[in-house]
């Protein structure tokens, strides 16, 4: 069940609704305030959509980074899987 969360993104309060608990939600609005500050004492310009794009792409960047070695690891995982069972046929 989807409940609704009050979190803060630069200063501005956003309801959202979802159906991780508060605590979930906290940790992301944590980790967001986190990056958004880290990529926004890094620019000269104060400029908040700046900032906002910015985090958006470094944090979609690293997604597909862990989504592709998650990927290969899991091919790694098959393929040791398959020689395990090749051995045991032995």
Do not use: C, P, Y
């Not at 940790?27 to 910015?54: C, H, N, P, Y």
């Not at 862990?66 to 393929?79: G, W």
Request: charged share 30%; hydrophobic share 45%; no cysteine.
């Amino acid at each position: 069940m989807k409940a609704t969360h009050q979190v803060t993104v630069l200063g501005r309060e956003i309801s959202v609704r979802s159906s991780a608990s508060a605590e979930a939600v906290q940790k992301v609005e944590a980790f967001l305030a986190d990056r958004l500050q880290q990529i926004g004492s890094a620019l000269k310009s104060g400029d908040a959509q700046l900032v906002l794009t910015l985090t958006l792409l470094n944090t979609a960047e690293e997604l597909l980074e862990l989504r592709s070695e998650r990927d290969r690891q899991a091919a790694i995982e098959l393929r040791a899987r398959g020689l395990i069972d090749r051995i045991e046929q032995l």
